[in-house]
């Protein structure tokens, strides 16, 4: 069982990210867990814009769309900014959209039977929408999303200490959240490894899509 962590910060390493504190968090859970586990820094790649998986010369996006393909857990980490979650955060999902152009060996997406979720940071409120809209985009990707599957830090309104200055690895509600999205994708993990979602009616055969067409 393997996680993959994207850290969708808008720091370079070896720059401090709060959101890479949070997350580091939840791979202690996986690590108790027997989950082995991955943080990848998205802008420490040369990353290009579009909505296919492989943007052409120089681009490194396929490096870490390797790395999706490889994992059982996605998280994706952002931090809020104007409300909403990252620009990098915003990158990935686009780039992973050229995965609908692609097939597992089941005829499935390739984010089929694997789970999401989301850790989120920031000095004003945004979480709730973060996670949501992003839950909900790796969801139509493919991926399986159980309950409490995000984990957030938020500070108070305005300028302010962040994840780290603030001590946030001391807030209980953070504390309870992290333990629970961990706990709940590894064990919906482990459920798809063993079941996976069958390809039956989630083949995509557009000679059959229509209702019409089922005997």
């Not at 969801?139 to 984990?151: F, K, R, V, Y």
Request: net charge negative; charged share 20%; aromatic share 8%.
């Amino acid at each position: 069982m393997h996680a993959l962590l994207l850290n969708c910060t808008l720091k370079k390493s070896p720059a401090v990210s709060n959101t890479e504190a949070l997350m580091r968090h939840v791979v202690q859970w996986y690590d108790r867990l027997d989950v082995s586990s991955e943080i990848v820094r998205v802008l420490d790649y040369d990353v290009h814009f579009g909505v296919t998986s492989d943007e052409g010369a120089g681009d490194q996006w396929p490096l870490i769309l390797d790395k999706v393909k490889a994992c059982d857990i996605l998280i994706l980490g952002m931090p809020i900014w104007f409300g909403v979650r990252s620009s990098v955060a915003q990158l990935v999902i686009e780039r992973l959209d050229g995965t609908y152009t692609e097939r597992n060996a089941a005829g499935q997406y390739p984010l089929y039977n694997k789970v999401g979720g989301v850790v989120v940071t920031g000095n004003e409120d945004g979480a709730h929408d973060c996670a949501a809209t992003t839950l909900f985009n790796l969801s139509h990707l493919g991926c399986a999303i159980p309950p409490n599957a995000d984990t957030y830090w938020v500070g108070d309104a305005g300028p302010g200490p962040s994840y780290i200055e603030a001590h946030g690895e001391d807030h209980p509600y953070t504390q309870r959240t992290t333990r629970w999205m961990a706990h709940n994708t590894v064990h919906l993990a482990r459920i798809l490894a063993a079941h996976p979602i069958p390809a039956e009616g989630n083949t995509f055969d557009e000679d059959t899509e229509h209702p019409a067409h089922i005997g």
